[in-house]
């Protein structure tokens, strides 16, 4: 009797350890796809942010946040891509929804202040970025600060941020043109072309500085182009940007002389030099 009760005991545990062991076994296995979904959806969100179409990614995000509405890596997919897609007033109403998130970060809040400068609205952007600790120093975080005292013409206090933007970065060109641009419409021509002269030996494929130096030059009544990197037809096109700069200074004949080079100097039809040209001489 005594070993059938052994018996029995046995057997139950045995049959206790293999339900165990099943049991497990298929936790585990549970847990490997979680963590390989887990895997796929940071993969397919990296995909849809950066190489897929913009409207494509929003279509996408919008059923994830759907299915996962306390997700916050969905709603920042999202209100990304409704950003990328140029659709700015609900990219700022998809970021307000994101930072309202327990997870939310103040670099999720920075992002939120840019999407409402997009949509312009700086007086919300400004009290956003007004929130955010000092202890937060990003590069973003300052250039939108320079941005919003700009457009209040806080000079002082925009070219403080605009420094300390282009500290925190190590592509400054684009924030250097930008304070260049600052400084332009300020009148304060000089420093204008030091800033753009700086953005151009940070990135010589920025047309847009090239083109607002040949500016700042111009209206100090300088029609000599600088020497920076230039393909033809750039030149061309920066010559025609010096030409209009001479005219509207009322050098005209100046200007004139210009146009002359930049249609000589395009490797096409340069139109709108032609244009101007032929109206001049008219």
């Given amino acids: ?41 940071a993969n397919l969100n990296d995909v849809m942010l950066t190489v897929a179409d913009p409207n494509e990614a929003v279509n996408y995000f919008q059923r994830v946040v759907g299915e996962q ?20 007033d609900e990219g ?6 994101t930072v309202a998130l327990p997870d939310a970060t103040d670099e999720d809040r920075v992002e939120y202040a840019d999407a409402l400068i997009r949509s312009g609205n700086w007086a919300k952007a400004e009290t956003i970025l007004t929130a955010i600790p000092p202890t937060h120093e990003t590069f973003k975080r300052y250039r939108l600060e320079a941005i919003v005292a700009d457009s209040k013409q806080q000079w002082k206090k925009a070219d403080s941020f605009y420094e300390i933007a282009v500290g925190l970065t190590t592509s400054p060109a684009p924030v250097l043109n930008n304070w260049g641009y600052s400084k332009l419409t300020r009148g304060d021509y000089k420093d204008a072309e030091r800033l753009f ?12 500085a090239k083109n607002n130096l040949v500016l700042s030059r111009g209206a100090q009544r300088n029609y000599n182009l600088p020497v920076i990197p230039m393909d033809q ?6 010559l025609h940007t010096m030409a209009l700069s001479a ?18 100097t395009h490797p096409q039809h340069f139109e709108a030099a032609s244009r101007a040209l032929a109206a001049l001489e008219a």
Avoid: Y
């Fill in 1 to 41: 009797m005594r070993h059938h009760s052994v018996l029995i005991a046995l057997l139950a545990g045995a049959t206790f350890l293999s339900a165990c062991g099943e049991q497990s076994g298929e936790e585990t296995v549970e847990r490997a796809f979680q963590d390989v979904n887990v895997i796929d959806d």
């Fill in 69 to 88: 509405p306390q997700n916050i890596e969905f709603h920042r997919g999202l209100s990304q891509s409704l950003i990328r897609a140029k659709r700015n």
């Fill in 92 to 97: 700022a109403a998809a970021w307000a929804r």
């Fill in 197 to 208: 002269t700086s953005a151009i030996a940070q990135d010589g494929g920025l047309f847009t």
């Fill in 233 to 238: 037809t750039e030149r061309a096109q920066l």
């Fill in 247 to 264: 005219i509207k200074q009322g050098d005209v004949e100046t200007g004139k002389g210009l146009l002359r080079d930049a249609i000589e």
